[in-house]
């Protein structure tokens, strides 16, 4: 199964380090579950994964809301990892719609693709960041500048990627 995990450029350059992602507990990722399927409303499967990495670039913006530190790029890793070791808790949808818990480390050598932002989306990112907690509270005004950055695709990077992209720093 294709998971797709929201990090930082400080979280992926941990994991560069440690060859794990996450804490070693269980790790938040998002998936084609079958909420995300009905919410969707697609059989198209790159259209639900396209979706779920959606909502995991929504997950990484919120941990750069929480890291003002971070360098203002959402990052997401695409990693496969066996049908089993993800579940879904549907008692938590809508708000976790696509998020499934990943028990047990996940190797970075399992990496398919790293996600992340190109530079020109940084001002976008800032804002979106910014805004986030009064979009989360209802005001249609943040929830476009949080839209913003959504605008921007994430860029693809190969798992040999890593080390330049983390050394990068932004």
Known sequence: MRVYVPLTLPGLAEAHETGELGPSGPLTA???TPGLREWYLSEDIEELEYA???RAALASLRLLAADPAAPRRRVVVAVDVPDGAATADPDRAPAALGEVRVGGPVRLAKAAAVHADADDAEA???AAAEALPAADA???????VVDGAEDHELLWFAPQEIAGLVGSGG
């Open 30 to 32: 998002y998936a084609v």
């Open 124 to 126: 976008d990112v800032i």
């Open 138 to 144: 209802g005001d249609d005004d943040a929830q476009f």
């Open 52 to 54: 779920a990495l959606g």
